[in-house]
Each structure stands twice: as structure tokens, then as C-alpha cells.
């Protein structure tokens, strides 16, 4: 497998580009360089929930839901 093979397999994984660059020994600017385009699914972790807003994204063809993560905040959202 070659590095960026493996650069964007991390990022689908959901890893940084920061610990990409420091696991493969590339800088920040080649790890986002060659993964930036790898869409990573939002999950829910112990520390933080998601929620799903609406983006306009300038006319009505590119509108479409996207997930943000948020921290979690247990009087709000419960234990984990």
C-alpha cells in the first residue's frame, strides 16, 4: 500500500491530518494534500454527540444536511 493509500485510509478511519502527518513522517501540508478529500463520517464518542444542521452551500443544488460533532455536556445530553 502506498502512502497516500494509507494517508487516506487514516482519514476515513476519522484520524487527524496532524497525527497522519507524524505516523507516516510526512508534513501537515502533504497529509492534507493527498486525504483532503476523503469524506469523514461524524460519530458520536463518549466526549462529544452529533447533530445534524442544514448548510447552504449558495444555491439550492449544493444545500444538503451535514453532521457536526459537538462536546458532549451531560446536563444536556446525559452520561455517555
Same mark, same amino acid.
Given at each position: 500500500?502506498?502512502?497516500?493509500? +494509507?494517508? =487516506?485510509?487514516? =482519514?476515513?478511519? *476519522?484520524? !487527524?491530518?496532524?497525527?497522519?502527518? !507524524? =505516523? @507516516? *513522517?510526512?508534513? @501537515?501540508?502533504?497529509?492534507?494534500? #493527498?486525504?483532503?478529500?476523503?469524506?469523514?463520517?461524524?460519530?458520536? =464518542?463518549?466526549?462529544?454527540?452529533?447533530?445534524?444542521?442544514?448548510?447552504?452551500? *449558495? #444555491?439550492?443544488?449544493?444545500?444538503?444536511?451535514?453532521?457536526? +460533532? @459537538?462536546? +458532549?455536556?451531560?446536563?444536556?445530553?446525559?452520561?455517555?
Amino acid at each position: 500500500m502506498s502512502v497516500q493509500e +494509507r494517508a =487516506r485510509a487514516m =482519514r476515513a478511519d *476519522g484520524v !487527524s491530518f496532524a497525527e497522519i502527518a !507524524s =505516523r @507516516l *513522517g510526512v508534513s @501537515l501540508q502533504w497529509a492534507y494534500k #493527498c486525504a483532503s478529500d476523503v469524506v469523514v463520517a461524524a460519530k458520536e =464518542r463518549s466526549d462529544t454527540i452529533v447533530k445534524h444542521f442544514t448548510n447552504n452551500g *449558495g #444555491c439550492s443544488t449544493q444545500s444538503n444536511p451535514i453532521a457536526i +460533532r @459537538l462536546p +458532549r455536556i451531560p446536563t444536556l445530553h446525559g452520561a455517555a
